[in-house]
């Protein structure tokens, strides 16, 4: 022990010594100086080229976009979280070895733990201490709950947070700490945001912590991978992974959507990111407190995409192709052939539009429905149900490719040999795989099992899911063939993807 605090006294000398003679050279310039070289003269720039007075107006805009930033970043949090997951060790190396060359031995099988952590955004709505932030940031792939759930505020306190419930289909959690001085962000309407208007992405990329990006709203509308709510807002401002739950704020320090998607050929941000509308929000906050779960009403029709000349405002609603047995739609005596014009007195333009509006409709709500049934105008009445737990809902019937000649004696095939997304080659989906690639539990899809070099499809790896091509639900290999069949060669594809926890849409152009 004597020898060994000898030893250490031995090597901190020896490095003082080595720092004063580093800093003797650097102050007398002779550190990486040429012999008989002298130090250069320079003289910074002591005025700046513009003066504020010049530009006025972005200076106001300087002041007020950081007024804006500084009073909302204490409601936005990071969301740190933890699991144990037990693996069987078969075999391996005795950690030893890397100190000790002479011992090298395997170990004998055993069971070990793991801990997985994961990190997202989060933001206060309540003066209770609710966080909404993504599901997925507080689950795992089977739903089930992380071991440990941490927030640490923008003033650096970490406080421990319970999990009051979450629901994967719209990806969405409400979180609660416990302390009085929190600020909660108003949840704003979102039906009024227009694109143009000046936004604020806030969370946590990477790890980054209170990381502000800006920009504008892209588009309002574009598809979510449910028919249970709303369609998503695009933004450009920039959303990397770790924003994941942070919120989307407008001019006024409000929420109008809560970060979840980009769409991405690198699995970086390009410019086009996804939010869920502060509505759909603020109606699954509201359930999730009062039923410790999201109630979901339908109406139980089934919809068909509109025909190549079927343009202009007579095509205005939704033309109903199925009616479900039972459903609220059955019991107004819809049928097929019907083409819903008006939601309770909203002009309905598309399914979307529909599928929007019975989402925020209270159950057992009396609706009227203004329908087209042929050249006629009829007006029915129902009331909106809880969904069945079965219920499925794929939205829009596809329009299938009509069938091309085929020479005489070949045979008819439907693989996209020869298709734009021939390169792609997927298999089905199994439980066990989506086990092994950590998957969320709604994950349904087609797994993607190679990629063709120099292919221009470079951006799909082995291992990710395609959950959707253009808006059209794949649940199996022969749903991706059939659709991938019917695909224009010249226009651009977006397929929704899922690689492990993360979902994004990436978009493949014709080379």
Avoid: W
Avoid at 286 to 315: F, V
Avoid at 334 to 354: M, Y
Avoid at 389 to 400: E, K, N
């Amino acid at each position: 022990m004597k020898n060994f605090a000898k030893f250490l006294l031995f090597v901190l000398l020896v490095s003082a010594g080595i720092s004063l003679l580093y800093d003797y050279r650097l102050k007398h310039g002779g550190l990486n100086l040429p012999s008989g070289r002298k130090p250069e003269k320079y003289t910074l720039a002591s005025n700046s080229s513009v003066d504020p007075k010049q530009v006025p107006s972005l200076e106001a805009l300087n002041r007020e976009r950081r007024a804006l930033v500084k009073s909302v970043i204490p409601s936005v949090v990071a969301v740190k979280t933890s699991k144990k997951i037990g693996i069987r060790q078969e075999y391996g190396l005795d950690p030893f070895e890397f100190f000790f060359q002479n011992r090298r031995q395997l170990r004998s099988p055993r069971d070990e733990t793991l801990v997985q952590n994961s990190l997202g955004s989060g933001v206060i709505v309540t003066n209770e201490g609710h966080i909404i932030t993504n599901s997925h940031v507080v689950t795992d792939r089977e739903g089930n709950q992380v071991d440990q759930i941490e927030v640490q505020l923008s003033d650096g306190q970490t406080k421990k947070a319970r999990l009051v419930g979450a629901d994967s289909e719209v990806d969405l959690a409400v979180l609660k700490i416990d302390d009085p001085n929190i600020k909660p962000l108003k949840l704003a309407d979102s039906d009024t945001v227009q694109p143009g208007d000046f936004v604020l992405a806030i969370g946590n990329p990477f790890g980054f912590e209170e990381t502000v990006t800006d920009g504008i709203i892209s588009s309002k509308g574009r598809p979510s991978r449910t028919d249970f709510f709303g369609d998503l807002i695009q933004t450009n401002a920039a959303i990397n992974p770790g924003n994941s739950g942070g919120p989307l704020i407008n001019l006024r320090g409000e929420v109008i959507g809560i970060n979840t998607a980009i769409a991405s050929t690198t699995g970086g941000s390009q410019g086009i990111g996804f939010a869920i509308p502060s509505n759909t929000v603020r109606t699954a906050l509201e359930s999730l407190l009062k039923q410790g779960r999201i109630i979901r009403g339908y109406l139980g029709i089934q919809s068909r995409a509109l025909q190549p000349d079927e343009t202009g405002s007579d095509t205005d609603g939704v033309t109903v192709a199925e009616v479900m047995p039972g459903s609220p739609a059955a019991q107004a005596g819809i049928q097929p052939g019907d083409v819903i014009r008006k939601f309770d007195g909203h002009e309905v333009k598309n399914f979307n539009a529909l599928r929007t509006f019975v989402a925020q409709t209270p159950l057992n709500k009396q609706v009227e429905l203004d329908v087209m049934r042929g050249r006629k105008a009829v007006k029915v009445t129902t009331q909106i149900k809880e969904q069945p737990i079965d219920y499925q809902t794929s939205g829009v019937t596809p329009r299938r490719k009509q069938p091309q000649p085929q020479p005489p004696g070949q045979p008819r095939n439907q693989e996209p040999a020869d298709g734009p997304l021939a390169s792609i080659h997927v298999e089905e989906l199994t439980p066990e795989m989506a086990r092994q690639l950590d998957l969320p539990a709604n994950v349904r899809g087609v797994l993607v099992s190679g990629v063709d070099p120099d292919s221009g499809v470079a951006e799909l790896q082995k291992g990710d899911v395609i959950e959707e091509i253009n808006q059209q639900p794949v649940t199996s290999v022969a749903d991706y063939n059939k659709i991938a069949a019917a695909l224009e060669p010249g226009q651009p594809q977006v397929l929704s993807v899922c690689r492990r926890r993360m979902r994004s849409f990436l978009v493949l152009r014709p080379r």
